[in-house]
Structure formats: structure tokens, C-alpha cells
């Protein structure tokens, strides 16, 4: 048996025992990892150096996510003690009916199970995740990306001698060494002990699960995120939703990449924004009619506004009303997160009913699609899919649930 | 194009207005449909009558499950009334919070886009799919067996008609003519237009559609059903939830296949139900303990304790108590539906709380998993699986949500 296949195995029995740990159990496990977090840092801190000397030679932006210092892993510790806070999601009941004949019925959450979670090198997306999944009841088999090997093997180290001491399985959380495609590979074949599969990473990661695993998969996605401005908008919160959701983390997927302006705001709208992202050192693009108004935008194709630009780069485009706005969006979005600015709420309640997103907001930043941003404690990602979970998947996103239905000798006729 | 991408290609556009129809469009186009099978029912029943002609020489179960008759279409056209009369899905609030900054947040169910469903040849299921997908706003492609045809080509063209007359898209039901496997699998990878793809019937249909699909998949499943008769438990009861679930319908996948009878109970209970069971036609199998008491039941391996027979077949096992019984379920079931027979009230909440199938009993025959009978209106299948829908799948099982985050201008900090 492969290394893969072993730890998948463990995983399994292990969450045999995790979906029927009462919540103080988890709850006492997740603040023993905070405190052994805390405990061993400079351990953990030196193997994440480790992983920074190998990595000397990639991007810096590579480098930024990879690196832990003394404040990130005292917010990793205490985002297991956030969590120890929240509400139980296993043995809630969703709903509850009673038929004719007397039966009762009731819809109650369960874990998943053993979910597998295929990611990049941001250490502390493994902390979140884990303490994510214990909570929920499940078992969480990681694979994280190579640079992050040596610190990704000292945070699992210190969570399982954790687990263990605190009376729940050290298996519930286990690392795929094999960081190679192979090991990847691997781990989608596990469907008789991998009950989900989440990956979380670029678009050639998520596309090569999503063909090869055998297992169902959870999805998350890019964000070619859009903010549109509505006729009669209160243009400087415009502005500044733009200027906030462009600016504050170019580099994530609820960025903004292109903004949607109603033909009759361009003109006065525009040129001050262009000169404020001008000075924030973005990149504007524009339409035909856009280069009208800003003749010094950079052209834009077609194909530009299908991207999703991760970058100091900006798309803007006019359009004559907010069915438009919804079409283009719908088109070529990515069904992430995408705002109208307006003070019209027929306007307002079309773009919410009618953009097919996962978050769409109304009068506010992109920006704020997080878990943690959005109540949910945390999040193992954004799923833009439309199966099981769509928004940040948080707790209640890793259970399923079940049929409780209690009789007095009922039988059918 | 082929046949199989024109279709799916239609379906995705009639969807996209699916999406947006008003509650009140969709009632009056299954109100459309109901009275329009009324009206062609005579041209229905002649291009069924061509399809059992055709399979003449199939097994007389395949015919039975194949024929319609009168009555038949006038259950099924009083199916697309019941599910006009039900509440709309789409739209609904399932959640609402504030966050601190003023952002307020809901989750509103949302159609899941195009459903394609594979499965056999009961021209009843064309029907009862279609109204649940119709209803949550989702546009359908049919591909069902061939033996059914003519009867699936009658059934839709009369939704189609019904569709139009009523002003929603005629393209939101396709069904795919070419019932070969290359008909499927071409469905299968339908990614571009095709949202969730759920097979129902045999298990080598489900395994088929699990390894080649590009598509997200909701399974449904074999169901190899238990009841556990616990110590104390009210044998009469017991005698008469097993005699119904076994025989009511035995070639269902809610009905019992074995039955697990604690040590104390087994010598009073088990001589009178063998009793019954032979009469009633049922072949007995059982383990090494259960012969010391029913000398000829058939010995019974463990291999036959996986099995669902879907025949007038019954396996018996004796357990020492409620834990070995929970136990033997999760690893030898299928995660369908298991019954407790008990007064003990603690033992029901174990066996509730730990049986890991899709539908937990406690006194009531198994026979009850079913959307009709659990006021669903009706179901697309039992999904046995843990993503997105578990047990029957009904209207909100046909939906998604997306979070609807209204502000005033609030920005991230």
C-alpha cells in the first residue's frame, strides 16, 4: 500500500470516530492546537524559513504567501479559538415536518466525512482548513504545494500530537508528502476512502481535478469580478467601492477586474477616477466608447474581458442600462462576486435576482467576499460551482445531513 | 453539432429563462402540461402500446415497469397539479444576517441551470422529473432507455406543446433519441452547457456515469435496507414493519433485504415470521445462529450480506446489541434506509445519531423513503450519496443558492 493510500485509510477510520466526537471534544482538541501553535512557533517558524531558502529564487509574490512570521501564526492560533466559538453545525436539525399518518420527520446535519483538499503554498490556508474541518466532524487529508512541505509537515506534526493529547484521533488530519503531480494524481483515485474534493489554486489545478478525480468535487474559482455604475449612482461611493476593490489585494480572486459604466454617468464619472488609478499605478483598459472619454486608456478586446487580470490592470466598458450590465456579466463573468452602485432598488433587486453570481452585492466592495469578512469563521474557499456549496465554504458547507424519521409502527399501505 | 450538444445547447438558452420566470408562469405551464396529457392521451397510450410491442420479449418486471395505462397518465398529470400547488423553491430566503460594518446578507435558493438525467425505461419518471425540474426553474434533458422510447418522445413533444402554448421556452425539456451508450456518454461530457447530471437506475448505470462524466454528478443508489429488531422491542410491530417492507414492493430500492434480530429476542420472534415469510413466498437466509432456531433457512455468507436482492429473498443475522447492529449497517448497507424497532428510548437515539444512511428509522417500515410519501410532491431519485442532496430529491434538491449582500457604500478596510 502507497503512502497515499495508507494516510487515506487512516483518514477514514479516523473519521469514523470524529463524526460522533461530542462538540466539547472538538472544542477542547481545537484550543489544545492553539495552545501547541503557540507552544512550538519557533519550530514551526524555522521550517517555514526553510521553505522561504529553497523558494529564493521564486517571485516575490510566491515568497509573500509562503512566509509565516510570529504575528500570522499567533492569528492562525487564535483562528482555531474563533472557531472553538462557533456553533456546532453536526445534530442541528434544518427542518422538521410531520406526515398524515404521523410520522415525524427531521432534515439533520452530518459530516461529510474524509474530505481531501488539493491547494498552493499559503501555510496558513492549511491551519484554517483543519480547524475547519475538525470542527464540522470530518477528517482532512491535505496536499498542499511543494514550497510549503517543510512548514505544512511541522503545523499537521503539532495539530495531530494536539489531537491526540486532547483525546480525539491524531489521524483526522494528515499530509500528503508526495508533492509531485503524481501524488495528486493519487489522491483523486481514493474514492473508497475520500468522500469530497476540494481544490483551491489557479485554474489549471482546479481543471486538472475536475477531469481526472473520481471522487465528487467541490469547486472553487477565479473572480473576474465586476462593479457596475447605474444611472443616477451616487458617484463618489462609486469611486470609492472602485478604488477599494481594485487597490486593497489586486492579487486575490474578489478583486475587482472590470467596471461597467451606464453611457449616461461616463463622462462625469471617468476622468477623475482614471486619474486616481493612474496614480495608484493601475493599468487602464477601455472600450471604443471608454477611449472617447479617456483617450489614453489602453484598447481592449474582447478576449480581455473574459480575464481575470490578478494585477494592477482595470477594464472598463460603458453600457445603456443595468439588463446590459446583467448580460455582460453573465457572459463574461466568472460568477464570482459582482456589485451594482445604484440608488434605483428596481435596479437594484434586477441585478440581485438576475446576476448569476455567488455573492452579488448591492452598494458595496467586492472585496468582502471572505468567510471570516462574512460570519462564517473561516472558509477552505470560494465556490463559484453551483453543486452542494456556492459562496465561502464554511462549516455548515462541510456536512451533508440526513433523514431522522421517527414512528409509532407505521407501514405503508 | 450532433444531436446530443444541440440539445443540451438549447436547454442551457430555455434555461436562462427558467431562471427569471415568475412563480405564476411555471404554475400555469404545469397546469398546461397536466391538462395537455389529458388531451393526448389516446396518442400517448398507442406510442406505448408500439413500445411493449417492441419489447415483447423482455422479462414481464421490464413490462410492467414500462406500460401505462389510463389510470397511469391520470396519476401523472395530476403529478403536474400537486407540483403547481407546492411553494416555489426559487427565491426563498433560507438565511439572513447583519454584519457589524451594516452589510446585510441573505441566501436565496436559485435554479441550478440544466439538469440531464439519465435513467431506465419507467415513462412515469420522464414525467415526475420534469415537473420537480420545471417548477424549480431548471430546463431538463431526458435521456431515458430505449424500451421507452416512443412513450418518452409522445410524453415530451406534449410538454414541449404545452410549454410554448403557455409562453415558457419549449426547449427547457429536451429528450436525447439516440438511447445507444454513445448517446450517453456524449451527454456525460456536456460541461459547457450541462450543470448537474443525475443517473438513476442499476449499479453498472450509476458506475458508468461516476467514471466518465465531466459533469457534476448526483448519484443515486442500490439500497440494501435493514431493520434491527432491539431488545424489548414490541414484536408484534416488529413482525409487522418487516413483513411490510419486504413485502409491499421487493423490487424497490427502499424495500428490506436483511434483518439484524438482537440474541434475547431472536427465539420468540423468529419462528413466526419464518412462518409468514414462507407463505408469502419469501426464500429465508440466515446466519449460523439464526439456523439453530430456523433449521431451514438457507446458510447465508458474507459476501450475500452486501447484496440488495430485489427479490422475494430475506437474509437474517442475530447481533448481540444495538452497537453491533449500527455497526453491520454502515460497513455491509448502502447508506439508504435502515430501521430500529425499539421501545428503549436511548438505543433509538444511537441508532439514529450513528446509522449513516441517507434515511434513519424508528418504527416505520423502510417502504416510506419515497418524495410523494415524504411530501416532497414527487422525486427525481434517492440520492444515497453526501453532496448537495441526500434522500429524495425533490424542488429544493433542483436549486442552488447564491448570497445577496446589500450595503451603502461600505468599503474593506
Chains 1, 2 share one sequence.
Request: aromatic share 4%; net charge positive; charged share 25%.
Amino acid at each position: 500500500m502507497g503512502d497515499v493510500e495508507e494516510k487515506c485509510m487512516k483518514a477514514k477510520a479516523a473519521s469514523e470516530i470524529m463524526k460522533n466526537a461530542a462538540t466539547s471534544e472538538k472544542n477542547r482538541a481545537l484550543l489544545a492546537i492553539a495552545k501547541a501553535l503557540r507552544a512550538h512557533s519557533s519550530a514551526i517558524l524555522a521550517a517555514n524559513k526553510a521553505d522561504l531558502a529553497a523558494s529564493a529564487s521564486l517571485p516575490l509574490s510566491v515568497r509573500k504567501r509562503l512566509e509565516l512570521n510570529e504575528k500570522q501564526l499567533a492569528s492562525m492560533a487564535s483562528g482555531f479559538e474563533l472557531i472553538a466559538k462557533f456553533p456546532d453545525p453536526v445534530g442541528q436539525v434544518m427542518k422538521k415536518w410531520k406526515l398524515k399518518n404521523g410520522l415525524r420527520i427531521s432534515r439533520v446535519r452530518v459530516p461529510l466525512g474524509v474530505i481531501a483538499f488539493i491547494y498552493e503554498s499559503r501555510p496558513n490556508v492549511t491551519a484554517e482548513a483543519s480547524s475547519l474541518a475538525l470542527k464540522s466532524g470530518n477528517a482532512i487529508v491535505l496536499r498542499g504545494g511543494k514550497e510549503a512541505i517543510n512548514s505544512n509537515r511541522a503545523l499537521v506534526r503539532t495539530m495531530q500530537s494536539a489531537l491526540a493529547a486532547s483525546g480525539l484521533p491524531a489521524d483526522a488530519v494528515q499530509l500528503i508528502e508526495d508533492t509531485t503531480h503524481e501524488g495528486a494524481a493519487q489522491l483523486m483515485q481514493m474514492r473508497q476512502y475520500v468522500d469530497v474534493l476540494i481544490p483551491r489554486g489557479g485554474a489549471g489545478l482546479i481543471r486538472a481535478v475536475v477531469e481526472n478525480a473520481k471522487i465528487p468535487v467541490i469547486e472553487t474559482g477565479a473572480g473576474n469580478c465586476h462593479v457596475y455604475v447605474d444611472e443616477g449612482a451616487d458617484l463618489k461611493m462609486a469611486e470609492c467601492i472602485i478604488l477599494n476593490a481594485k487597490l486593497t489585494s489586486p492579487y486575490v480572486c474578489n478583486a475587482l477586474e472590470h467596471v461597467l459604466v451606464n453611457e449616461k454617468v461616463a463622462a462625469k464619472l471617468l476622468p477623475s477616477l482614471y486619474d486616481k488609478l493612474l496614480k495608484a499605478g493601475v493599468e487602464v483598459r477601455g472600450c471604443d466608447r471608454t477611449r472617447r472619454i479617456l483617450e489614453k486608456a489602453r484598447p481592449m478586446n474582447e478576449g480581455e474581458l473574459y480575464q481575470e487580470y490578478l494585477d494592477l490592470i482595470i477594464g472598463i466598458k460603458l453600457v445603456g442600462d443595468v439588463r446590459q450590465a446583467i448580460d455582460h456579466i453573465n457572459r463574461y463573468g466568472t460568477h464570482h462576486s459582482d456589485t451594482i452602485v445604484t440608488k434605483n432598488k428596481k435596479n437594484a433587486a434586477l441585478f440581485a435576482s438576475q446576476v448569476d453570481s455567488c455573492c452579488v452585492y448591492v452598494n458595496a466592495s467586492t472585496r468582502f467576499t471572505d468567510g471570516y469578512t462574512m460570519g462564517f469563521g473561516g472558509e477552505v474557499g470560494i465556490s463559484t460551482q453551483r453543486l452542494h456549496a456556492r459562496g465561502p465554504i464554511g462549516l455548515e458547507e462541510l456536512t451533508t445531513t440526513k433523514l431522522v424519521i421517527e414512528g409509532t409502527g407505521q407501514v405503508r399501505e
